[in-house]
Each structure stands twice: as structure tokens, then as C-alpha cells.
């Protein structure tokens, strides 16, 4: 899938950003103006999560309204497409779910969308070990339980994701590399109807971001194997790491930030990153976070596109050893 003639589109469309006279809001004031946060992804997911932690927030402290807006399809896709098309005056912002800004892209997910090219970094809202879940029918209680089921099973039990190239995707397909073990994919649209037919127990395992499933673990409808990262989650330490559970130095951990498109001016970048960590700073909006299983995680515009940057080059490597395409 190619996004060519979008692509001319914005590019002439920068051209007469640039020959234009800058907007209000690229001195900094977005008085009047409506911001939009995009979620390129259906509601109820990690993406969406963080969107709605921040924007009523991050509106007041910019001095107007912020909406959040679900734009799904694509693999994404659709929803960048709709920044990328906004002006670059700063009124259209993305939530960017880290598999998108670098796992897919790493795997030429995107199309001729290149988020290092194409987005410049505002901020990070959290940054948050995976949780690893079954359902509970299937005779499995750690993860080194489920690795030896699995290679008894060659190929016979599932997994779901939200999409090729999703952190779902590409973590599990890191961790059968890993294990040694060989797992159906069953992608999905979005996370809410994963977690429908993972609840049926069509699906036997799945790894999101704690929000959408600490809930459905406490009420047993799921079962937690282990959190991805090599120390225990501060907000389930009744959880083992996957270090505890044998694997350790997984990095798979999942983060959601804010990015503006290319073409938004130096100061009002600075204006909108400076803004989001003082929201973050908030203790409130630390612990809505932090009960739903979410580390909020502020972060500079430098050390975000950093992250980006050094995460897609570590994700091109494991695609290629473990042989993932977006195929």
C-alpha cells in the first residue's frame, strides 16, 4: 500500500505553508483556536487511553479546548494522514502509539509516511511495561508454563494483535523468536474487539499496555502471566517479571506521545512540550494513570525524537532476524 499522490499533496501543501504568513497560533497563542488530539485507532485502547488522560488539561494550560478524535483505519494509517493534511500551525496533534512511530514504520508499515521525516516530537504521556495474559481455560499460570504448552502445540494455539506491525505483533513475534515457539497471529482492527473474542477464549494469549486489561484481570476474566519488563510494575506487584519468569531484557515496553506534523514552528513545538510536562506534573493525572495500570512518563521534544529514531533502527534489526514483514 502507497501513499504517493497524498504525499505530493503535502508536500505542496508545505510549500504554501511556507509562502504564507504565519497563523496567531505559530506565536505561541491558540486563544479561540481548538486544538485536536488524534487517535489513529479505535476507542478504548492505550491510545486512546492517554489521549483522554491529557487533553482536558492540556487545553486549559494552552488557553483554549482540546478534543480528542478517533481516526481509525489503515494501520494507522488514515489517522496520521489526517495530521499530515492539517495545517502546520500546531491546532492538529497526534497521539502516537510507539509500535506505529517505529515498529511499523520499521517494517514499511506506513506507506510513504516516515515518522522521523514527518512528525517532530512534542512530549511523552507514559511509557508502561506490556502485560502478557491468557485465558484462563488454558492450563498455563507463568510464562515458562505457556512457552512449554506452546511447543507442545506447534502452531495450533493463537494470539491476538491490533494490526501488522503493532507492538502486539511484533512483541509476540519477538517473543516466539525468543522461546523457540510457534503461535498463530489473528490481527484485529483495534483493541476492543480483541479483547471481546479473547474473553470468549477464541484467542489464548495477547500483550497490551496494562489499561485496557488490568481491570478484566482483577475481575478473572483474564489471566496475568507476567509484566514484559525485568523489574516488577509498582501499580501490580502481585505480577512476576518476565526476567522472574525466565526472559529477561525483553524491551517491550509500550509508550504513547504527542507529535505535531512537520512544518509546526520551533516555538510553538516548544510551547506545546513545555505545556504537556506541566500537565503531567499534575498528581491527579498521575494517579488516574497509575490506577489503570499506566506510568505517566514526561519527556523533552529532543529525547522523544531520540527514542524514535533509536527505536525504529533496534526494530528494523528484529524484523529482519526474526524474519517480520508487513506482509
Not at 479473547?198 to 507476567?226: D, H, W
Request: positive net charge; hydrophobic residues 40%; proline residues 8%.
Amino acid at each position: 500500500m502507497t501513499f504517493t499522490a497524498p504525499r505530493r499533496a503535502l508536500l505542496g501543501a508545505g510549500l504554501a505553508t511556507l509562502a504564507a504568513p504565519r497563523p496567531a497560533s505559530a506565536q505561541g497563542s491558540f486563544a479561540g483556536r481548538t486544538i485536536t488530539l488524534v487517535v489513529p485507532s479505535p476507542a478504548g485502547g492505550g491510545t486512546d487511553f492517554s489521549a483522554r488522560l491529557v487533553a482536558d488539561s492540556f487545553g486549559r494550560a494552552l488557553g483554549t479546548t482540546m478534543v480528542v478524535e478517533n481516526r481509525p483505519g489503515g494501520n494507522d494509517v488514515v489517522g496520521l494522514l489526517s495530521v499530515l493534511r492539517a495545517p502546520a500551525d500546531g491546532t492538529t496533534l497526534l497521539c502516537g502509539y510507539c509500535a506505529t512511530m517505529t515498529a511499523r514504520a520499521a517494517i514499511g508499515g506506513l506507506g510513504d509516511i516516515v515518522p522521523t521525516r514527518d512528525f517532530q516530537a512534542v512530549g511523552q504521556i507514559t511509557d508502561t511495561p506490556q502485560l502478557f495474559v491468557t485465558h484462563p481455560t488454558v492450563p498455563a499460570t507463568t510464562l515458562q508454563e505457556f512457552i512449554a504448552l506452546a511447543k507442545q502445540r506447534p502452531g495450533e494455539m493463537t494470539y491476538a494483535s491490533a494490526g501488522i506491525g503493532s507492538m502486539h505483533h511484533m512483541g509476540t513475534e519477538y517473543l516466539k523468536h525468543r522461546a523457540g515457539i510457534d503461535l498463530l497471529h489473528v490481527p484485529y482492527r483495534g483493541t476492543g474487539e480483541t479483547i471481546r473474542d479473547l474473553i470468549a477464549g477464541r484467542i489464548q494469549f495477547y500483550m497490551n499496555s496494562p489499561p485496557p486489561l488490568t481491570p478484566l484481570v482483577r475481575e478473572g476474566k483474564l489471566r496475568a502471566l507476567c509484566v514484559s519488563s525485568d523489574t516488577r510494575h509498582p501499580g501490580l506487584p502481585e505480577i512476576p517479571s518476565a526476567a522472574e519468569q525466565g526472559m529477561p531484557n525483553l524491551g517491550l515496553n509500550v509508550w504513547f506521545s504527542v507529535f505535531a506534523p512537520r512544518g509546526v514552528p520551533a516555538p510553538v513545538v516548544r510551547l506545546l512540550s513545555e505545556k504537556l510536562n506541566e500537565v503531567l506534573a499534575d498528581q491527579g493525572i498521575r494517579d488516574r494513570a497509575f490506577a489503570a495500570g499506566a506510568l505517566v512518563s514526561p519527556s523533552t521534544s529532543e529525547a522523544l525524537a531520540d527514542r524514535v529514531a533509536r527505536e525504529t533502527e533496534s526494530w528494523t534489526r528484529i524484523a529482519r532476524m526474526a524474519g517480520i514483514t508487513a506482509s
